[in-house]
């Protein structure tokens, strides 16, 4: 058939729009149609000569209007914090009302502060005053912003890091108005290196976990009590961006994040952290210290502009109230991280039994979010028969989609990041991708 002819076999708009049926504004729908039947005389003009339905293709279209693009996924990479997958999964039992007394003093019927709700809950776990903002990048650009803006501020050589998604230290000091001060070098950074930047522009001295990365070796940077005592000494804050932010200690669980206590206690001024890395909560970003300094954040402008949504306060609110009363089975980070070999050994067995030709492999859980490579946790894997790429592309397709793992040529599930009872629809997609 020639090219002309096949253009002349499409339907008209109006003609496809009335047989695809209502359920939709019409405009939306004559919308639609038209990129349907853009898209057919593309395929006309590369050379196709089999077209598709041109309806089915509409009422594709139509139908994925109505079904929500963010959806629920099985995890069973192992990686806690998966940084595309949302990072922290939220507490259950997280929700506001309709209408809640987010700004509302409901002792006093005045106007409250909607980050009263966090405040005393940071307080009573980091014995300082906190304020609550977007992520940990704006906490880090407002601290900057309001403690460095046309002054300096002195970082060392070895923490000028990019975090992900192009968000570097540098970049955002730039645009904070604060002049970058770099001492040191890669590898090593002595509280001496600080101590000979400062002048009479130096506005704080910053210490960045390097949480992404780790440098072997010959390496060396200075501790936060030798910051701390240089700061005191010139009356310069320090200011510690410690990233992941863990409130518990982890090390019985092999982690060895430093927590925001450990850092304060060790006389950093100001601190800043993320909310759904080891946190385990909403993306946030917190900042805590000295009550001056935190009071001169919160009035800046830009905390208006950086502040958080009452779903938000929400689901913080509770996550800080369950590590605050040590409930970390609540908490799905803190349960995640606490799931032993020998448990997970057992789910693993399970799930084999349940899939053919499945084998159960000691490996390793990544902590992620941000955090290094080195920080795995012990696990059992499940792997399975068949082509892995193959099979990767199906569970990932499938409804839930499942994201596994690929390591050499096999596919490997791991349950700790998977709920127990995702467990049986997990072995039902299996089978049916296998
Ligand atoms: C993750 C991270 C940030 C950014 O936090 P977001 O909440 O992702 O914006 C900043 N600094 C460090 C050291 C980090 O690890």
Redesign the pocket.
Known sequence: MRIEELFRLLPSVDELVSRAGGGVPHELAVQECRAVLEELRAMIRAGEKTLPDPLTLLQDRLQALGRSSLQRVINATGVVLHTNLGRAPLTESATTGWYSNLEYDLGTGRRGKRDSHTASLLERLLGVPGIVVN??????FLALHELAAGGEVIVSRGEL?E??DG?R?PDIMARSGAVLVEVGTTNRTRVEDYERAITERTRLLMR?????FRIQGFTGRASIEELAALGKARGVPVYE????GSLADLTPFGVTEPTVQSSLRAGADLVSF????LLGGP???VLAGREDLVHRLRRNPMFRALRVDKLVIAALETSLRHILLQEWQALPVMRMIRLTAEELKARAEGLAAAVEGASVVPGHSLLG??STPEQVLPTWLVALPGQAAELERKLRGGEPAVIARIEGDRLLLDLRTVRPEEEAELAEAIRKAL
């Open positions: 992520n940990g990048a704006a906490a880090v890091v975090i992900g968000f230290i960045v976990h390097p949480s992404n961006d410690l990233g992941s993320s909310g759904d890395k993306q946030a970003g979010g941000g």
